[in-house]
């Protein structure tokens, strides 16, 4: 399993989506699911479902395939590329970094962010970091009219340059580990319920725009009204350096939990679990011998604080991997929480049947 989550993670990291240009991706995950020969359903926005049909309260379990990045807002005169950042894009790492512009007629253009050279570079400004809209993308153009003819628009959507490779013997590193690491371990799980012989309904999503104000999952989870949904991302690894003091998170120690999440600015959202999912979730991962992780942290949001909210309330959990430097071009997993990942959540749903109670009081 553990080859086989490697390769669909390279694979699917090597291809571009920006939120709301999905499209690639969402095909490239389709064909893997055709090809497991599971029927898939594109909803109107680019959300993508598989499902398993069952008895008793059903369960959606969904990751995100789009990334952030940045949109082209203006193409000047002598050939350089203006850009506006679309999600949580660090600025201050961002200068001589390579960008992929997703052009008009499928055409992938490579460029870079340019950096003012150092030789010219005064004292005051080695330690300031500059906006986005300060920034500048060389793709080689030398003129507006150039850089229109290879295909660049106004609104076309461009991404760090994809990238990735193997960090020693079992870690991954490149660009949008989140949410592709996701998709891998989603992927894994569809292999594994494909043939099941039983079971409560579940719903495989990969949803879209998670990125951009997490707006794909609560039409898909409206769609299908499940009764749980189990949301599969990220969650902010805490065994380096600079992260010590925000939890006990550590890379190739197994999936997490979050028992708390919270934005803390914006739209001030954010999740506590339904006590009857942590308690399904710590019988399955004890009765695997799977170790898992828990995570309480501020300044996380992720879809499930919408989808939490859909008819008259979904019961919801966030189970994570845990990841380094999160929305930088250069993102770290560790394939052995990926494989435990995948491992928890096949016999994890498979403990739902039709007496399995959602009544807080049974649990608190």
Sequence with gaps: ??????????????????????????????????????????????????????????????????????????????????????????????????VLICAAQGCD?????????????????????????????????????????????????????????????????????????????LLEVARALKDRSGGPTVY???????????????????????????QIDLMLASDTPEMGARGDMVLGGGPGMSLYSFHGCGTLNGVIPHPAIVDLIERAADAAGIPLQRSAQVGILTDLSYVQLVGQGVACVDLEFPMRYSHLAREVCDLRDLVTLADLLVPAPARIDADFLLNRDEYT
């Design 204 to 230: 495989l999503a990969f949803t879209v725009q998670e990125e951009f104000n997490l707006r794909g999952a609560q039409p898909v989870a409206q769609s299908l009204q499940p009764d749980m949904a189990i």
């Design 109 to 185: 253009i490579l460029g870079v962010i340019a950096n003012k050279s150092h030789h010219a570079t005064e004292p005051d400004e080695k330690s300031r970091v500059l906006a986005t809209s300060e920034l500048y993308v060389d793709a080689g153009f030398t003129s507006r009219e150039d850089a229109e003819a290879a295909g660049v628009r106004i609104g076309a959507p461009v991404v760090y340059a994809p990238r990735a490779f193997e960090l020693g013997p079992d870690r991954i590193c490149g660009t949008s580990v989140d949410d592709r690491a996701g998709c891998a371990v």
């Design 1 to 98: 399993m553990t080859d086989r989550t490697e390769h669909d993670l390279m694979d699917l990291m090597q291809v571009p989506g920006l939120s709301g240009h999905e499209d690639r991706v969402r095909r490239a995950i389709a064909a893997r699911l055709e090809e497991m020969g599971l029927a898939t359903r594109t909803e109107r926005l680019g959300n993508l479902v598989t499902t398993f049909e069952g008895p008793g309260p059903s369960v959606m379990v969904f990751t995100h395939m789009d990334q952030l990045g940045f949109i082209v807002r203006r193409i000047e005169d002598n050939g350089f590329i203006r850009l506006v950042r679309l999600g949580g894009v660090p600025e201050r790492a961002l200068l001589a970094r390579e």
